[in-house]
Structure formats: structure tokens, C-alpha cells
């Protein structure tokens, strides 16, 4: 188990927004949580990166607890998030980002060698390496947002909704993108709502409402539930 | 040469000089403003406390030791304000980390009060005094002085900010706090550097109007952090260079308004500028980001 989750609860203010929540990734999987608007995804993963004080419970990553730690000590034991509507550096340069990504590393020569991989496998990147993020289109910093994470090298990879707002050619390209990350060696726990995307990549999902798990299940058990069906893929 | 010409190339010496005064005090200044994304009403107190500081050590010490020291212990007090005034309140609605600093900036100014007293004092004239003249132009070495200090700070600056680890984790926490610390950046140990970076030098140009015009008075402190808010918004927030150049031109645009109107257009002359520009293009003219209602 690479990252665990038990028993967590959160508040904003006199709002809970996480009930006693219990979620976990073993190394080499991808795991999904689906949930609507609201449900409570972007807290259960700004909990897990520090940024967020939960009420009580436990978060630990390799078997030892990452509760109290501050973000940047997060990221440098292995762990990075992708954020919620990608958050590129807007007004600094494609290479730039990707150096910010960097940032905990100190291995010049290879992080250089990591930027030219990653433009080779996003040509985009490349292309716009000397340009500013903030004028690529929403898939593009997508791609620039997955790349930079990785830069990190990390373990495991936290995706806040990697389909948000984007077109569905761009969405195929990303979830393909997700599962080369995975072969590579790197775990993946991903939050959506776009569930059937996320069930479809994914090994395991849970299912997340009102900041409670209800369901927690093999991804292909839950494409095939009826509930789910109707409440997560329209049908 | 023509006596207008050599009236005209005068006022411009004059206010390229006093331009980079301004963009000196700015520079520091501009990127504690991103960081916040609102005046810093200690700023302006605080390179004048620094430049106080400065003018009794030079009783006592040798004159680069006594500003080294000034501009050091300005940025030791602008790490304290950051830790007691602003850290504290960084998550408060906009208004309370306005009202805690200019607390500071009343602390600041009382303790100055107290150890100056409340008239202007006599600045030694640190800067060359004499001219060369060329054609009846009149080139006041300390002009140049003063244009090549900022040039300095301002290149070297803009260098650390690109090219240098600390420098782009900077730029980062000055776009997003939060996702710089997904980058693994310790956020909060390099903020303080920034507030460090805004009071050191913040001195330098303290000490470079005070020399300039012989005179420290506590007036500076506001005046300052007008003129240093001014030149952040006219140059673009977010660079650099942007507070260097609007440093600049304020300047010259002063100086001309009472080299050829009078004197009295002198601070009209500024900030029509700005609302000029600024109605041109809204985020100042090599701004990154836009700036927000205050
Ligand atoms: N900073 C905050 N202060 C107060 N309440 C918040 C805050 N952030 C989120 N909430 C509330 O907590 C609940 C969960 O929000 P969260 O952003 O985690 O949902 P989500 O599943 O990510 O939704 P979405 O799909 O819209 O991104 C919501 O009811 C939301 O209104
Ligand atoms: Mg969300």
C-alpha cells in the first residue's frame, strides 16, 4: 500500500466536507474516486497534499504518516498533484514551468534530459518551450501540467479531474497519457466526475457522496452496477 | 548648442536621475505588491526608518559599512514584518493584512520619532559633486551615479529572478502561493526573503534620494510608497524591469512638467501618466498580470 487514507474527516468552518472517509492505492495501480459537483474531491486530495487540515483521521505514504506535514515535504517524499483546472504558471515560460516542477531535484544534467523527453513525448511542449503557458489552450497546459508533475519523479501521482473542460479527442489523449504514466512505474489516484472515463482506466474506483464513500469497488464491477449507471454515466 | 536644446538634455539627466531613484525604491517594493496583490503600507517607513539607520552608523562607522548595515538590518525587519504582520493574516479577508502593516508602519515611524525627532535632518552628500561640461551641457557626475547604481540593481535583480533556482521559485510563489507548494517549494521559507529583498533595497534607494537632495525626513516615507506604488503599476506588476521602467518615467515625466510648466504640475504630471497608460493597457506597459482593485 503506497498510500492510505483512514477514517478522515474534514471541515470547512461548520461544513463537513469529508465523513469518515477511508481510501488507499497499492503501488502500481489506478485508482478512481467518482463524484458530482461538490462531493468533495478537491478536499479529499488538498487533504492529502497538506493543504487542507482534516478534523481527525490518518493519511500515510509508504507506510508512514504524512498528517501535519507541510506541502513541500509532501511532494519531495514522492507524492504530486496534477491541481484542479491545471494551474500552469500562466506568465512563465513552458520550460519554466517544467523547471518549477523540478524544483526538488538536483540533478541538473538529468533534469534537462527529462525536459527533452517529455517535448519529444508532448511535441506541443516543445514547440511552445520559450513561450508563456498562459497562452495555450486548456488541453495543451493539460499536457503541460501532467508534465510537470512528473518532473517531480514522483510515485505516486494525485489528477484532480484531468477531463475538466476539455474536448473529447483531448480527453482520449490524456487518459492514454495516464496509463503510459502508470506502465512507467508511477501509481495514479484520480478524482472525476467524468465516470466513465475514469472507470475505464482505472483498476479499482470508489464512489464519493457528500463526502462519504458508498461504494468501493473493481472499476469494471462498477461500470457494469446499475446505480452507478444511472447516476454517474447517463444511462 | 541651442540654450533650449541644452535646457532640454538638462531636465533629461535630471530626470533619469530621479526616475531611477524611484525605481530603486520600486523594484523591492514590486515584488513584496505581487506577493500581496495589494499596497504594502510598511514599505515606505521602512526604507526610510533603513535610511535613518544608515545616516546615525555613518557617525560612527566607515560610510559602505554604516549602508550595508541599514540595508541588512531593513531587510531583517522586513522578514519580522512579514512573520508578525503579514503571515499571520494571509488567508484574512484583504482588507486585515492592510491595517496590520500599517500598524508596522506606525511602529517604525514612532521608534523613528523618537530616536530623530520630527524635522528633517542634514544628509551627507554621499554621491560625487562637480560636472563635466560638453557644449555647454552640464553632466553632474552624481547623475550618473545614481542611473548606474539602479542599472546595476535592476539588471543583476532581473538576472537572479531568470537564471537562478531561488529566482524562478520566486516567480512562482508570486503567481500562486498554493501551487508553488505543489512544486515542492518551501513557500515559507523564501517568502521572508522576498520581504528581505524589498527592505534592503528600498535602503539603497533611501540612501540614494537622501544623498541626492541632502535630506532624510520621515515625509519620505509615504511619498515613497506612493511613487514606488506608482511606478509598480505604470511598468506592469510581475517584473522587474516593468517597476525599473515605470520608475523611469515617472521620473521624467515629473521632471519635465516643472522643468517646462511649473513645479505645482509636478505630482498632477505623474499620475495623469498613469491613468494614461493605464487606460491604454490595463496591466501597466510590460505588466504580467493584472492588477487588482485595491
Ligand atoms: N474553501 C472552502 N470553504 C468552504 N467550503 C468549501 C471550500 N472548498 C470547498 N468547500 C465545500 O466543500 C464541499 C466539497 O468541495 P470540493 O471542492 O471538495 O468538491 P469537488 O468534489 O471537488 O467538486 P467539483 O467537482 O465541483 O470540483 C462543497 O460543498 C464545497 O462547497
Ligand atoms: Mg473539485
Known sequence: MILSVENLWMYYGQVQALHDVSVYADE???????????????????????????????????????????TNDIVKEGIALVPEGRQVFATLSVYDNLMAGAYIRNDNKEIQQDIE????????????????????????????????????????????????????????????????IRKEGTTIFLVEQNAKRALSVSDRAYILVNGEITMSEKSETLLNNDAVRRAYLGV | MNPDLIYFFQTLLNGLAVGSMYSMIAVGYSMVYCLLNRVNFAH???????????????QIFPIPAAILFAC???????????????????DAFRLVPMISALGAALVLRTIAQIVW?????????????????????????????IIGISLFIVIGLTCFMRYTKLGRATQCIVESLS???????????????????????????????????GVVSMDMGIWGTIKAWAAVILGGVGTTYGAFIGGLILGLAETFASGYLSSAYKEAVGYIV???????????????????KV
Open chain 2, 179 to 213: 501551487t508553488a507548494s505543489l512544486m515542492g517549494i518551501p513557500i515559507n521559507r523564501i517568502i521572508p526573503l522576498i520581504y528581505a529583498l524589498g527592505g534592503f533595497f528600498g535602503v539603497v534607494g533611501g540612501v540614494a534620494y537622501s544623498s541626492y537632495y
Open chain 1, 117 to 180: 523527453k517529455y517535448c519529444k513525448r508532448f511535441p506541443i511542449l516543445g514547440e511552445r518551450l520559450n513561450q508563456r503557458a498562459g497562452y495555450m489552450s486548456g488541453g495543451e497546459q493539460q499536457m503541460l501540467a501532467l508534465a510537470r508533475a512528473l518532473m517531480s519523479r514522483p510515485k505516486i501521482m494525485l489528477l484532480d479531474e484531468p477531463s475538466l473542460g476539455l474536448a473529447p479527442v483531448i480527453i482520449k489523449e490524456v487518459y492514454e497519457i495516464i496509463e503510459e
Open chain 1, 28 to 70: 502500481g495501480e489506478i485508482v478512481a474516486v467518482i463524484g458530482l459537483n461538490g462531493a468533495g474531491k478537491t478536499t479529499l486530495l488538498k487533504t492529502i497534499m497538506g493543504q487542507e487540515k482534516p478534523a481527525s483521521g490518518k493519511i500515510s505514504f509508504k507506510g508512514t504518516s504524512i498528517l501535519g506535514k507541510s
Open chain 2, 117 to 145: 525627532g520630527t524635522e528633517a535632518l542634514a544628509f551627507p552628500s554621499l554621491l560625487p559633486g562637480g560636472y563635466l561640461e560638453i557644449a555647454g551641457l552640464k553632466l553632474f557626475y552624481k547623475n550618473f551615479v
Open chain 2, 44 to 58: 515606505g517607513d521602512l526604507y526610510v526608518f533603513g535610511t535613518f539607520i544608515s545616516f546615525s552608523m555613518m
Open chain 2, 274 to 292: 498613469i491613468i494614461a497608460i493605464l487606460m491604454l493597457k490595463p496591466t501597466g506597459l510590460l505588466g504580467k498580470k493584472r492588477i487588482e
Open chain 2, 72 to 90: 541588512l538590518l531593513a531587510g531583517l525587519i522586513g522578514m519580522t514584518i512579514e512573520r508578525t504582520v503579514y503571515r499571520p493574516v494571509r
